[in-house]
Nanobody, 125 residues
Framework: VQLQASGGGSVQAGESLRLSCAAS????????MGWFLQRPGKEREFVAA????????HYADSVKDRFTISRDNAANTLFLQMNSLKPEDTAVYYC???????????????????WGQGTQVTVSS
């Protein structure tokens, strides 16, 4: 499975970005998917997850009511709509695929089997 993240950039606080993650080489609609962020010198942190069907989602408290995860299984693409961005959202964002389907472990980066290359999001005040 290959994952290609895109859509990052530099924005002002309060603005929005939409990240995309294109999947290839696997059966996208069988996988739970997640977004994680990583700041310099820090470990990867959970941002959001979505079940294979799209019916279930889960968010980190820090992004609830601001970010929305979604997927288009027909297009093999995962999205993260990021609204009301804050300077503390600045990080590299990674998409990831979980082929084992353990939904209760969706916040654990070690649960995920495949990772995209990351896309930089920079939010200035």
């Amino acid at each position: 499975v290959q994952l290609q993240a895109s859509g990052g950039g530099s924005v002002q606080a309060g603005e929005s970005l939409r990240l995309s993650c294109a999947a290839s080489g696997g059966t996208f609609n069988h996988y739970n998917m997640g977004w994680f962020l990583q700041r310099p010198g820090k470990e990867r942190e959970f941002v959001a997850a979505i079940s294979w069907s799209g019916h279930s989602t889960h968010y980190a408290d820090s992004v609830k009511d601001r970010f929305t995860i979604s997927r288009d299984n027909a297009a093999n693409t995962l999205f993260l709509q990021m609204n009301s961005l804050k300077p503390e959202d600045t990080a590299v964002y990674y998409c990831a695929a979980d082929i084992s389907g353990n939904w209760w472990k969706q916040t654990d980066p070690y649960e995920y089997d495949y990772w995209g290359q990351g896309t930089q999001v920079t939010v200035s005040s």
